[in-house]
Nanobody
Framework: QVQLVESGGGLVQAGDSLRLSCAAS????????MAWFRQAPGKEREYVAS????????YYADSVRGRFTISRDNAKNTVYLQMNSLKPEDTAVYYC????????????WGQGTQVTVSS
């Protein structure tokens, strides 16, 4: 099983940018579909974005499309989430996840990184 560690979260103002990183260890990320999820206080975890093994196909939740960009560097075993034009409603704990079954389920999760956007 792959181990995932997120980093890059922090406190920013509305309109600012952040880049989250998800570093993997234990096995190569190539072959895994990777995704970012988030969970705001009092809300259920929600899907944010995902990327196929090659990095060619990316998918986004409507709430972040056009502002967030997911990417991966398989050589570095790392996945990124570039977040621009941040809004207070983006405040959440962001989790990285890996799927070894074409996105049917995500079997590996990181511990999460907090993103707080002030207005």
């Amino acid at each position: 099983q792959v181990q995932l560690v997120e980093s890059g979260g922090g406190l920013v103002q509305a309109g600012d940018s952040l880049r989250l990183s998800c570093a993997a260890s234990g096995r190569s990320l190539s072959g895994y579909i990777m995704a970012w999820f988030r969970q705001a206080p009092g809300k259920e975890r929600e899907y944010v974005a995902s990327i196929d093994w090659s990095g060619v196909r990316t998918y986004y939740a409507d709430s972040v499309r056009g502002r967030f960009t997911i990417s991966r560097d398989n050589a570095k075993n790392t996945v990124y989430l570039q977040m621009n034009s941040l809004k207070p409603e983006d405040t959440a704990v962001y989790y990285c996840a890996a799927s070894g079954n074409a996105g049917v389920s995500y079997g590996s999760w990181g511990q999460g990184t907090q993103v707080t956007v002030s207005s």
